[in-house]
């Protein structure tokens, strides 16, 4: 069965801090890869994309893919209490735009 | 615009009742797509549309009827729902390409009494 798994949390980490959220697939045939970021009550909103081994940086978030590995990771670095959200992990197979599976999501806290 | 819209926000319907949520976007994609989304669990696929004609459905039970009158619009018709049905559903578009990514709408929050 293919799988995207994330540590559901919570992770708490101080104002300032960098937070660390990790997800790892099974599909090793998977060719992009998402963060979401969701509020309580609210929906999905996208906050990074990946499609390459390696970092990609936009602003305070920098995703990180590794391939070889099967994981990928989001950094966001100086976290504000504003990042509080839960962030899903979402992958999508080869050739297959129309099924995206999600993990199940890391509550991040952040701590004033 | 990069903005998919879903009407209404927040939803109240018996079990007998039939209703409809709404959903539509001007950023020019042509797959389409109904997710539903319980507490604290992802979003789930129930359907999907690809140049309007339906393309998935995830063994979605009779009582949820989706419905693309066009590129721009999508509809879910709801009729005689189990209070189990009650959650988030979320609309998402994108473009057809593999690599696209899904916009969300800001979701309709369902409640079956």
């Known amino acids: 069965q293919k799988e995207v798994e994330q540590n559901s949390g919570p992770l708490s980490v101080p104002e300032g801090a960098i937070a660390s959220l990790n997800c790892t697939y099974s599909?090793?045939?998977?060719?992009?890869f998402f963060w979401y970021r969701q509020y309580s009550g609210k929906s999905p909103e996208l906050i990074m994309f990946i499609y390459s081994n390696g970092d990609k940086e936009d602003g305070r978030f920098t995703a990180q893919l590794n391939k070889a590995s099967q994981y990928v990771s989001l950094l966001i670095r100086d976290s504000q209490p504003s990042d509080s959200a839960t962030y899903l992990c979402a992958v999508k197979p080869p050739g297959g735009y129309q099924k995206v599976t999600f993990g199940t999501g890391t509550k991040l806290q952040v701590i004033p | 615009d990069t903005e998919v819209t879903q009407t209404p926000k927040h939803l109240v319907m018996g079990m007998t009742n039939k209703k409809s949520l709404k959903c539509e976007q001007h950023m020019g994609h042509r797959a389409m797509y109904w997710y539903k989304q319980k507490a604290k669990k992802p979003p789930e696929l129930m359907f999907v549309y690809s140049y309007e004609k339906l393309s998935i459905n995830e063994s979605v039970p009779s009582r949820f009827s989706p419905e693309c009158p066009n590129s721009s619009l999508l509809n879910l018709h709801l009729h005689a729902l189990q209070p189990e049905d009650s959650a988030l559903y979320l609309c998402?578009?994108?473009?057809?390409?593999?690599?696209?990514?899904?916009?969300f709408g800001s979701g309709t929050q369902l409640s079956v009494l």
């Open positions: 599909d090793r045939g998977s060719q992009s």
């Open positions: 998402a578009s994108s473009q057809v390409q593999s690599n696209e990514k899904l916009f």
